[in-house]
């Protein structure tokens, strides 16, 4: 009696899933090769497609059957045997050299026959033909949600897939979490070993529940889904699901990531004004120097003989002081010049409309020559590669167009809001000088001018434009009293240039 392998196959493809069981097709044919008085002398398991050639187990079946172990092979269907022409054609070729005699399969019947090998082609023929139909359709599948801006995947960290609605959605345990690690790199404060250890101490985790890795911190961080967008097969497309953050976070992040990977020279601890002043008589950098504890800033001379004296740096904090207060606002003026921004800005409300009514009309624009860039593409007038480039472009644009337009309508008439920053950073000053921190001191005086020299002892700097207004009413009024009017007269003045 001859002998037969049987060979059994389940592969987890969407064409499969109602396949039998590997338990089930085995039970099966067992009963069958008992029916038919077969004799199996072994059985091959295998959990892999047929779609391409290449499966180990079916080829180590195959080999066995040349040196002639058995003759026969038993299967379920000829589709488990095959799905290409391949593996269809070198059943079919041991089957002429006689290295198979028989094939059985309960739901198909074969003879070797010239009428059989005819038949048994075409059923690897239609196998074959149902993979290459089925392969077509996911892709046009997969093309229609692509247009529809739906990521076609597993979603990242921070979103669910929607096994109802097919799409993706927040994960409402992760997403402000996700959105937390964004925010805290944009900083440049820390690392990526910072922000694991980050994602650990408030519960960020893994969806199977693992702490995050440093390679998948990294790639979140990288991946352009979270403001809107996702590349699929090198092409950019807009996705439907809700922006975790803006494309400017986004920028920064990259900027905060690229700035860390400069190798970075060892940082030794200094003064605070050390290496902030220079010298006014040759241009040397300003060191420092500590006698009998107190810390003194002297010129360091690299180009030669400067006559420039020591200063002390109680001294020179005090000459920073009386600067700072120079641009000081009582707190009761600021108040009011504040109310009067306010009032401008309710006045301005009206003018907005029309800059937002711009912004929709030009992604509008934009949205038509997307149209335009694929019927063009469709028509065959352009290459692939010409048209994603274009196309990453002009969806670019949009984006920052649409965050422009969000921008807007979140903060309203937001010209005026470098005025009010001014008003507040004035009313401020008077609390920095007053302070014993002299970190914020020199932060202040690098916010409200620049190019700060030592020359025989005394602080000079150069005042930005709208400090220097402040200044000039400061320096116009006489000693004894600042008059009021001297501010309010600029009121005009600084809001017209702070708007630019």
Request: charged share 30%; with cysteine.
């Amino acid at each position: 009696m001859k002998k037969f392998f049987l060979y059994i196959r389940k592969s987890t493809d969407e064409d499969d899933r109602q396949v039998l069981s590997l338990e089930s097709q085995e039970f099966e044919l067992n009963e069958f090769a008992r029916r038919e008085h077969l004799i199996v002398v072994e059985t091959f398991r295998e959990s892999q497609t047929a779609k391409c050639p290449g499966r180990p187990i079916f080829n180590q079946m195959l080999d066995r059957m040349e040196r002639g172990e058995a003759e026969g092979i038993l299967a379920w269907h000829p589709d488990r045997l095959a799905r290409n022409s391949v593996d269809g054609g070198r059943i079919i070729f041991f089957i002429d050299s006689e290295h198979i005699t028989a094939l059985k399969f309960p739901t198909f019947w074969f003879e070797a026959t010239p009428q059989g090998k005819f038949m048994l082609s075409i059923a690897f023929g239609q196998s074959k033909y149902f993979v290459d139909n089925l392969s077509e359709n996911t892709k046009r599948g997969l093309r229609q949600k692509l247009r529809r801006g739906e990521w076609p995947g597993w979603a990242p960290l921070g979103y669910a897939n929607d096994l109802v609605t097919h799409t993706i959605v927040k994960d409402k345990e992760r997403f402000r979490l996700v959105r937390k690690i964004f925010e805290l790199y944009a900083t440049g404060n820390y690392s990526m070993k910072d922000i694991q250890n980050t994602a650990i101490s408030i519960g960020l985790f893994g969806k199977s529940g693992k702490v995050l890795s440093v390679s998948l911190v990294q790639h979140t961080l990288c991946n352009p889904f979270y403001y809107g967008v996702f590349k699929y097969n090198g092409e950019m497309c807009q996705g439907k699901h809700e922006p975790m953050i803006s494309k400017k976070l986004f920028d920064k992040c990259m900027a905060a990531m690229a700035d860390k990977s400069r190798p970075k020279k060892p940082s030794k601890a200094v003064a605070t004004f050390r290496g902030f002043l220079k010298c006014a008589e040759c241009g040397c950098s300003i060191t420092s120097e500590v006698k009998k504890g107190h810390i003194y800033y002297r010129c360091t001379k690299k180009k030669g003989i400067c006559a420039q004296p020591y200063i002390r740096e109680e001294l020179l904090a005090t000459q920073i002081d009386d600067i700072i207060k120079k641009v000081s606002l009582p707190p009761i003026w600021a108040d009011e010049m504040l109310a009067k921004v306010e009032m401008e800005r309710e006045q301005n409300v009206q003018n907005g409309l029309a800059f937002a009514q711009n912004l929709k009309r030009e992604i509008e624009d934009l949205d038509k020559r997307l149209d335009t860039l694929l019927d063009t593409h469709l028509d065959g007038l352009i290459a692939k590669a010409e048209y994603v480039e274009k196309k990453q472009k002009i969806l670019n644009h949009k984006i920052d167009v649409s965050e422009k337009l969000k921008d807007f309508e979140q903060t309203g008439n937001h010209r005026l809001e470098p005025l009010r920053l001014f008003i507040l950073d004035s009313k401020q000053a008077e609390f920095i000088a007053s302070g014993e921190n002299f970190e914020d001191k020199k932060n202040f005086l690098k916010k409200i001018g620049s190019n700060p020299l030592l020359a025989q002892k005394a602080l000079h700097f150069s005042p930005k434009k709208s400090w220097q207004i402040l200044l000039n009413s400061w320096d116009s009024a006489t000693s004894a009293t600042r008059p009021r009017t001297a501010c309010e007269s600029n009121f005009g003045i600084y809001t017209n240039w702070l708007r630019g």
